[in-house]
């Protein structure tokens, strides 16, 4: 039990170890109605409804406008500060309606430019607006009950599916919570599930994060930050140290506003505006911060105490109030961190707390990438790569139990399985009736991708499994790894065969071949001081 707390002390002095204060943030826009991030590469706002739609790219720092007609862009949080994914891979989900008052979803895709694709919505649906998820692959929304059978109750509603490859629509049960960024969207790893709808019934879905096997909460304590994976893997983050409340003052904000994407965690400890009451009096201290998953490096951003102006009346009336503080929410992309500060809030019609109207947009930059230029005028033309990265590697098994398993036990993290069948798959891979089950795993950084698939129709041709590295084609994948000898004898345990030996190049790698399941060669590359 001591050895178990002292791991469990160390663990969390070197989760902290890394931490240093944040570049300044800088304000981008001044008073915006909405604003939405992709956790990649983008951001959006609107000035206000009926804007042109600003689009930054943080890679470049460049900005284009976008103006769908009778569009806004949907935000990261609604209204009353639950959040939504609106915004992944470059698309943004947006809300219009015509001049004849028809309401409809569209997702805004930049990797298309002036491509609108028009979401389901009227019969079938439970909701005027029933899409409020985006991933990579799939928008989620929300089914009428008529439309559930998957052992939904009578009146409940269930899980709609859009695919966004192929315009399908599908169903699924309510208790599902589902990967909309692999294909067939599965269930989230068995290892997370349990624990991820614990967090679903007792706290609110702006206290935690999932993305790609890896789930973000506070610990019980509602100060330091726990990080679980599909692995089994676990890092305890310690809390950043706030000042105590002030006499009468609300105490200081546990960890919110989690958002996890391209390798990053963000949480602040700010205040919600929306459940807040005007004659409340906001503690002045809050912070942001970030953590990236693949180095334990981790920043920390002061946040500065604004005014928050309104009236406490659904219609504005009533004696405007000032009360000072830190509200609004935090979210990110892989260089680039924001915090969407509220401004203005008015009165709520369903509870006495508020409803935000306007949020100003500050940025900062992420381990020294320059942060954004500050708004101009005249907008530049936003600059496209070719490619954005390397997606995954694609390895066709026979065994895909054995093959998930080495990988697993090589480090990767299991995201989740599917079956995948479908004329479009036909399409893609160019053969006929196709029925295949497919494991994704990912690198504990969430740079690298492995996709094993196993062909249950049509059978493939057979090779030769212990083919010798100078065989033609793509023979090998290298991962690196902080201890090979460990590695090696875990892998080796499992059936893995050395090729060669382990081998100094130079005095900069130790480097060796193991062959695994199905003949599958990989590469380990131990740095070397």
């Not at 330091?224 to 006499?247: D, M, Q, Y």
Request: hydrophobic share 40%; proline share 7%.
């Amino acid at each position: 039990m001591k050895l178990l707390v002292a791991m469990v002390a160390l663990l969390t002095v070197l989760a902290s170890a890394s931490q240093a204060l944040g570049s300044p943030l800088r304000q981008l826009a001044r008073s915006t109605t909405s604003f939405a991030s992709d956790g990649e590469r983008y951001a959006a706002w609107q000035l206000h409804a009926g804007a042109p739609i600003v689009v930054l790219d943080t890679l470049t720092g460049s900005r284009d406008t976008i103006a769908p007609t009778g569009c806004e862009l949907m935000r990261d949080q609604d209204e009353y500060g639950e959040p939504d994914a609106t915004a992944a891979d470059g698309r943004f989900l947006l809300d219009c309606e015509t001049p004849a008052h028809v309401r409809s979803q569209r997702v805004l895709d930049l990797g298309r430019p002036g491509t609108f694709v028009m979401l389901p919505n009227g019969a079938g649906f439970a909701l005027s607006r029933p899409w409020t998820a985006l991933g990579t692959r799939y928008v989620q929304g929300t089914a009428a009950p008529e439309e559930c059978s998957h052992g939904a109750g009578e009146h409940e509603p269930c899980i709609a599916l859009f695919d966004l490859a192929t315009g399908a629509v599908s169903y699924r049960p309510p208790s599902q919570v589902l990967n909309l960024d692999l294909p067939g969207a599965p269930q989230i790893c068995p290892a997370l599930r349990a624990s991820l709808r614990a967090q679903l019934r007792q706290v609110l879905p702006e206290q935690f994060a999932f993305q790609n096997g890896v789930f973000a909460h506070p610990t019980a304590n509602l100060h330091n930050i726990r990080i679980e994976r599909c692995n089994g893997r676990s890092t305890l983050l310690r809390g950043p140290r706030e000042p105590p409340a002030e006499p009468g003052g609300v105490r200081p904000s546990q960890p919110r506003s989690f958002d996890l994407g391209s390798g990053l965690l963000t949480w602040d400890t700010a205040h919600n505006a929306n459940g807040a009451e005007m004659n409340e009096q906001s503690n002045a201290h809050g912070t942001l911060s970030s953590y990236r998953l693949s180095s334990g490096r981790r920043q920390t951003w002061k946040l500065p105490p604004l005014p928050l102006l309104g009236a406490p009346n659904i219609d504005g009336s009533g004696p405007e109030v000032e009360s000072p503080g830190v509200y609004g929410y935090s979210a990110h992309t892989a260089n680039t961190v924001f915090w969407i500060a509220t401004r203005t809030v008015r009165g709520a019609e369903v509870t006495s707390g508020l409803i935000v109207k306007t949020s100003s947009v500050y940025a900062a930059s992420v381990n020294s990438v320059p942060s954004p230029p500050p708004a101009v005028n005249d907008p530049a033309t936003v600059e496209r790569m070719t490619i954005q990265r390397m997606d995954h590697v694609g390895i066709v098994v026979d065994d895909l139990a054995a093959a998930t398993a080495f990988f697993v036990e090589l480090g990767l993290e299991l995201q989740g399985e599917s079956p995948v069948q479908g004329g479009w798959v036909d399409r893609v891979v160019g053969l006929q009736d196709v029925r295949a089950s497919i494991a994704m795993l990912q690198t504990p950084d969430g740079h690298g991708r492995i996709e094993l698939a196993k062909f249950h129709a049509p059978s493939g041709r057979g090779g030769e499994r212990n083919a010798p590295a100078n065989t033609l084609g793509i023979r090998h994948i290298t991962f690196a790894v902080d201890d090979i000898d460990d590695v090696l004898a875990r892998l080796q345990a499992r059936g893995a065969e050395l090729v060669g030996e382990v081998e100094r190049y130079e005095n900069i790698y130790r480097l060796c071949y193991i062959r695994g399941p199905e003949g599958i060669i990989v590469e380990l590359a131990e740095k070397i001081g």
